[in-house]
C-alpha cells in the first residue's frame, strides 16, 4: 500500500518570502501522479499543482513549483513571494496511474503566512 | 469554484438518524468520489461512481451507501448516526476513472449530536 508523509505539521512564513513544504511517498508503482491540494479555513480542497511521475521535468503554476525526486521518492512544494491568501492546510496526494480510487493523502502541514 | 456542488453545507442531526447528502460533478465528468475528513483520520476515501456504477470501495461503514443517478449526481447515505460519523464529508468528480485530476466540491459539515 502507498503511504505518504509530511514531515513538519506546521510551518510559518513571512508575506513576500519563500517557503519549501516537504512530502515524501513510498510505492513500488512505476506510473503515478502527485498533488498538492490547498485547504484554506474555508474547506474548500483547491489543486494547487500536479505532477506526472514519467515526467522530468517540475511542474510549475505561477508561484507555485515542485522538487520531484523520483528516486529519492520525494516531492516538494515551494511557494515563492508568499501572500496571506496562501494561509492554508496544504495536503501531498498520490495517485496510481489508472486507480482514481487510491487517491492516498498525507497528513497536511498547516502554513501561516505572517504580515 | 471547482464546479463541484454539494448540498446542505452543514447538517446538525442527532444519533440514530439517518440524513443524506447530495453531489453534483463537474459538467462533463462521469466518475464521482465521497471522501470523509475527520480530526483525528484526515482525509479517507469512501467510494466511487462511474457512470452510474460503483467502481471502487474504500473505508466506507456498512451503515453508510451511495449511488450515482443517470444524470450523474450521486448521493452519500448516511445512517444510524454515530457521535464518531461528525466529519466534513467531500464530493469529487473527474473525466473518467483513471488517471484524472479530482475537483472537489465545497463540502458537507456533518455534526452528530
Known sequence: AQTVTQSQPEMSVQEAETVTLS?????????Y????????????MILVIRQEAYKQQ????????VN?????????????DSQLGDTAMYFCAFMKHRSGQNFVFGPGTRLSVLP | DS????TPKHLITAT?????????PRSGDLSVYW???????????????????????????????????????SELNLSSLELGDSALYFCASSVTSGSETQYFGPGTRLLVL
Not at chain 1, 33 to 44: D, G, H, I
Request: proline share 3%; glycine share 6%.
Open chain 1, 23 to 31: 512530502c515524501t511517498y513510498d510505492t513500488s508503482e512505476n506510473n
Open chain 1, 33 to 44: 501522479y502527485l498533488f498538492w491540494y490547498k485547504q484554506p479555513p474555508s474547506r474548500q
Open chain 1, 58 to 65: 517540475n511542474a510549475t503554476e505561477n508561484r507555485f513549483s
Open chain 1, 68 to 80: 520531484f525526486q523520483k528516486a529519492a521518492k520525494s516531492f516538494s512544494l515551494k511557494i515563492s
Open chain 2, 3 to 6: 464546479g463541484v456542488t454539494q
Open chain 2, 16 to 24: 440514530g438518524q439517518r440524513v443524506t447528502l447530495r453531489c453534483s
Open chain 2, 35 to 73: 471522501y470523509q475528513q475527520s480530526l483525528d483520520q484526515g482525509l479517507q476515501f469512501l467510494i466511487q461512481y462511474y457512470n452510474g456504477e460503483e467502481r471502487a470501495k474504500g473505508n466506507i461503514l456498512e451503515r453508510f451507501s451511495a449511488q450515482q443517478f443517470p444524470d450523474l449526481h
